[in-house]
């Protein structure tokens, strides 16, 4: 398989404490992978270094799209985003007094060509990029289930709708590689679930690489490819869902049992 993310001895302090220690990291083509961890173990702030959030101490970022590997260290987060790379966030970031629709209109704004002076003229170009940006929303919004909420004001979906709308507003940049923050937080049993089919199915629909923070480990285990563990910013063990449950580094960390226990 080819690699689409990786990320090679990454290290970020801030001032005199080391939230990353080292961290390697591969993700391939149409693989499904989770990054877990105890709370405090780095996980978010990865996210924040591999999307231009945060600027690392060290180490080095690559993402490879259609054959060109793209080093990521230095780059703006939008120009990441532009590149294939998309996110949602552990706390949902989205445009609460803009529709439905709206939303996921913004995240293909890094796709369309129409300048300033284009949208005040509204050429015959303009009007059919426009058209087509509400035609790929809408089917967006059919893809994750909330085509019939389209004109809802985004703050009146329940909790569960918002995370799916955050996932249809990162599919809207046309991501090669998506990055999901903790996507089954506060969701019950049924809602993971279908979840859990989402990103399956999106995997496979668009061709996908899909990294996920999650401590649903039932969803973990059943949904991903690999595995990779962290505690205290620093890597602790990789492998299939089968051998990261039964690592007795993994089980000291999540449990604190001894590794004779």
């Known amino acids: 398989m080819k690699p689409v993310l990786e990320v090679d001895e990454l290290i970020q302090d801030f001032g005199g404490l080391r939230a990353l220690n080292e961290v390697c990291l591969t993700v391939h083509e149409k693989e499904i992978v989770a990054l877990i961890g105890p709370n405090g173990a780095g996980k978010t702030t990865f996210f924040n270094c591999i999307t231009g959030i945060y600027k690392p101490t060290s180490g080095n970022m690559y993402l490879t799209v259609d054959g060109t590997r793209h080093r990521l260290n230095g780059r703006k987060t939008y120009e990441i985003t532009a590149l294939g790379m998309a996110r949602t966030f552990q706390n949902i970031r989205l445009f609460s007094q803009m529709t439905v629709l709206e939303n ?7 796709r369309t060509r129409a ?3 284009s949208a005040l003229l509204r050429d015959r170009r303009t009007v059919r990029e426009e058209q087509e940006t509400i035609d790929r929303s809408y089917e967006l919004l059919k893809t994750v289930g909330l085509e019939r909420h389209w004109e809802d004001t985004a703050c009146n979906l329940p909790y569960g709708a918002q995370r799916r709308l955050e996932i249809a507003r990162a599919m809207a940049t046309n991501p ?3 990055l999901l923050d903790e996507p089954a937080a506060g969701m019950n049993p049924h809602e993971t679930r279908e979840l859990k089919e989402l990103i399956l199915r999106l995997r496979d ?3 996908l690489s899909v990294l996920l923070i999650e401590h649903d480990m039932s969803m973990v285990m059943s949904l991903s490819d690999r595995i990779y563990v962290m505690e205290y910013g620093s890597p602790i063990a990789s492998g299939t869902p089968e ?3 039964h690592n007795p580094d993994v089980i000291k960390a999540y449990l604190g049992e001894s590794r004779d226990a």
Do not use: T
């Not at 996921?104 to 890094?110: E, F, I, K, S, Y």
């Open 176 to 178: 090669h590689m998506l």
């Open 115 to 117: 300048g300033i002076l």
């Open 205 to 207: 629909d668009y061709n």
């Open 243 to 245: 051998e990261i449950r």
């Open 104 to 110: 996921v209109m913004v995240g293909c704004h890094c």
